[in-house]
């Protein structure tokens, strides 16, 4: 059995917990939190939460740590540090960051002799595969990503700690027309904001000044300064009632010609629809701690993404298995 460790309890690691409990070659050994280990209360019996200094008294009990924490501030801090006593696996996704977060986890993972998985998930993750894919039998093409409709952890998250901002939910929504000109084949091209809008529902804190988190939020760096964006303050109770699920989804489209002339046109789509973002993402986190036990049995050290990763490495079925129902 691969025993689990998960830091953090949000959504992202509920949903971590959920994908484990029909994982039949994967345990959950313990939680850790930040919060009082008294006050976070989990689905699955006789594990412990304990407190996050705690962990690396447990290095020689867990196998693999999830890292269920965000990506604006956690994460570049966390995942390097947590290698250093674990093989871990985060989600990191702010993808203008990627290759500087890549090198400091990849510093710490090789000096330590761990394997770190990094902007594990589905976009970056899933989606990245398929941009590589599509590319490598498309060369003569273009990429297209659209995201949504739908909630963006991360972004929400980002705004989330705004000074002033009690809650957010980000809805990513692709603009109709540009995604029809891509899938006839056109191979616009196209800005960011050609591509997608950004919606923001806010609950504030009761005096915060609004005028000042709404120029904040649209003009965030990575996140929502490429993008025409509209914020709308709302109450808790909008909040609970019209945003409590956490919808997403999207599409990686490549465009291309083939033939000595280029005469033809071929599309490949990559499509996700998803009622839980979290709980989607939290299923290729644990799928990539699999693969990552099985890359680090073979020598493996230093941070990798899902571009290193053999799909065989992902999948709990052997290879007879595969190769009888499979391919």
Not at 154 to 162: E, F, M, Q, T
């Amino acid at each position: 059995m691969i025993k689990i460790g998960i830091v953090g309890y949000g959504n992202l690691a509920r949903g971590v917990e959920c994908a484990l409990k029909h994982d039949p070659d994967m345990t959950l050994a313990a939680v850790f939190t930040r919060r009082d280990p008294g006050a976070v209360k989990i689905q699955t019996p006789n594990v412990p939460v304990l407190p996050l200094e705690d962990a690396p008294l447990w290095k020689d009990r867990i196998d693999v740590m999830i890292l269920c924490a965000g990506s604006a501030t956690d994460l570049p801090k966390m995942t390097p540090a947590l290698a250093k006593d674990f093989n871990v696996i985060d989600s990191f996704d702010t993808h203008a960051n990627i290759p500087a977060h890549f090198a400091a986890v990849d510093a710490a993972a090789s000096e330590s002799g761990h394997i770190a998985f990094i902007s594990v998930g589905w976009d970056p993750g899933l989606f990245s595969l398929n941009r590589l894919y599509a590319s490598a039998i498309l060369p003569n093409g273009k990429d297209y990503t659209f995201w949504g409709k739908g909630v963006s952890q991360g972004h929400s998250d980002a705004v989330r700690r705004l000074p002033g901002v009690i809650d957010c939910r980000q809805y990513t929504i692709p603009v109709a027309e540009a995604m029809e000109r891509v899938r006839k084949g056109e191979m616009p091209q196209l800005t960011t904001r050609e591509k997608h809008t950004r919606y923001c529902y806010v609950v504030a804190e009761e005096g915060a000044d609004k005028a000042k988190i709404e120029e904040a939020i649209k003009t965030m760096p990575n996140y929502f300064a490429d993008y025409d964006t509209t914020v709308e303050f709302i109450t808790m109770e909008q909040m609970k009632q019209d945003h409590s699920g956490l919808p997403h989804g999207g599409s990686v489209i490549r465009s291309g010609i083939t033939g000595w002339e280029g005469e033809n046109r071929q599309t490949i789509e990559f499509s996700l629809k998803l009622d839980s973002n979290p709980q989607f993402t939290a299923s290729v986190l644990v799928a990539c701690a699999r693969a990552a036990v099985k890359m680090r049995e073979r020598g493996a050290t230093g941070c990798k993404t899902m571009f290193d990763a053999a799909p065989a490495d992902l999948s709990p079925m052997s290879r007879e298995e595969m190769l009888a129902h499979m391919l």
